[in-house]
T-cell receptor, first 114, second 111 residues
Framework: DAGVIQSPRHEVTEMGQEVTLRCKPI?????LFWYRQTMMRGLELLIYFNNNVPIDDSGMPEDRFSAKMPNASFSTLKIQPSEPRDSAVYFC????????????FGQGTRLTVV | AQSVSQHNHHVILSEAASLELGCNYS??????LFWYVQYPGQHLQLLLKYFSGDPLVKGIKGFEAEFIKSKFSFNLRKPSVQWSDTAEYFCAVNPSGALNFGKGTSLLVTP
């Protein structure tokens, strides 16, 4: 397996534009997580899915953020409209579930909003 | 509030020095504990994990961690660091389905 695949790797956009980040989890993994990494706040859990259903979205910072998982092999994180404070590295991770299994992370998307 | 605390934000060591990075958590009940490493410009990778049994856990690249339940701690250790260990290290707890991370410790190993 190629691991968790995220696209794009880098995104530069202007404030107010819509941004869509994409993630393909490892085949067979039924949990998918979105994290945001910044210097100030470290790694924050935004939302996670189990079997394509959102389980906990309490980490989503604002209504401008939304995430979907239309099928087991694809998820998106959308920011609309984007703001400079959204600049961060966004990681997607997947796992086989249960609390004692490790999560495998993608390479991340570095988002810069100017 | 439930949290994971890493006390050392930046650590600088010379090669061959010993390493210990602190991690404390404030979750009640049974927890599963992890240490992840993030090399410069790369994604997070698992170093080691603890679920049950022997509280001294051995991971990859010579790392180990000790779970001390009474202290709510899971400190990471390595007897002799190498330049290639330069990275950011994250302690994490999985109380209910998703990993909650500490803010990380940046380790710089100098030749």
């Amino acid at each position: 397996d190629a691991g968790v695949i995220q696209s794009p790797r880098h995104e530069v956009t202007e404030m107010g534009q819509e941004v869509t980040l994409r993630c393909k989890p490892i085949s067979g993994h039924d949990y998918l997580f979105w994290y945001r990494q910044t210097m100030m706040r470290g790694l924050e859990l935004l939302i996670y899915f189990n079997n394509n259903v959102p389980i906990d979205d309490s980490g989503m910072p604002e209504d401008r953020f939304s995430a979907k998982m239309p099928n087991a092999s694809f998820s998106t994180l959308k920011i609309q409209p984007s703001e400079p404070r959204d600049s961060a590295v966004y990681f997607c991770a997947s796992s086989t579930g249960s609390r004692n299994t490790e999560a495998f992370f993608g390479q991340g998307t570095r988002l810069t909003v100017v | 509030a439930q949290s994971v605390s890493q006390h050392n934000h930046h650590v600088i060591l010379s090669e061959a020095a010993s390493l210990e990075l602190g991690c404390n958590y404030s979750y009640g009940g049974t927890v599963n504990l992890f240490w992840y490493v993030q090399y410069p410009g790369q994604h997070l990778q698992l170093l080691l994990k603890y679920f049950s049994g022997d509280p001294l856990v051995k991971g990859i690249k010579g790392f180990e961690a000790e779970f001390i339940k009474s202290k709510f701690s899971f400190n990471l250790r390595k007897p002799s660091v190498q330049w290639s260990d330069t990275a950011e290290y994250f302690c994490a707890v999985n109380p209910s389905g998703a990993l909650n991370f500490g803010k990380g410790t940046s380790l710089l190993v100098t030749p």
